[in-house]
C-alpha cells in the first residue's frame, strides 16, 4: 500500500498505510472472495474505460498549492453576510483548510494528505492549534446540511476546483512527462 500510496504522491511524514475500521467491517461482513470480486471487477472496468482521470498528475501539479490571497479575498467577499453578532474568521487558518477541500475536491484525495503551504509557515504553537481545529472546519464544510455560511462557501470554492480540474486535464500529455 505504500508504494501505491507513494506513487499517488500520497507522503505523509510519520504515517502508516493503513485500512480503515470500515474496510475491515466490509471485509467481515462480504469475505475476502467478495473483496477479490469487486477488485477484479473494477480492474475491468478501468480497463474498457474510454478515458481515465490522472490523478497522479492532479496530486502532482498541484503538490504546493494553495489558494492565493487575492483569490481567497475574492471569495470572502462574495460570502452573504451573516446575521448576529457572532462573524465567521476568515483568517489564514481557514484559507488553508478551504485550499485542503478544494485539492481534495479535485484530486479525490483525503485533506489529510493536502499541501500546507500557509499552515508550514506559521510557529509551531500556532501549527498545533490549527491541527486541533481541521477536522471541525472540514467536517461543516462537508457535511449534507452544512450551516448557510459553510455551505455558502463550500459554493464558492468548488467554482476554483472546477476551474483547476479543466485547466490540469486538459495539459498537454508532453506536460505528463514531467512527473518524477
Known sequence: MGDAANLLGISPKGGQYASTVGVYRWLEEQGAARFTTVL???A?????APTLTDYQYR???LRNWCLSLDLWKEITENLPPVPGP???IMDDRKRQEASAFVWANVTQGEP????RPIESTQPDPVRNTWLQRRSSTWAKLTRPDPMAHYA????LLLQPAEHLTREIDSAP???RLQLP
Open 40 to 42: 477484479q471487477d473494477l
Open 44 to 48: 475491468q472496468e478501468l480497463d474498457v
Open 59 to 61: 496530486r502532482f501539479v
Open 86 to 88: 457572532f462573524q465567521p
Open 112 to 115: 489529510r494528505f493536502a499541501p
Open 152 to 155: 455558502a462557501l463550500r459554493d
Open 173 to 175: 500529455d508532453t506536460a
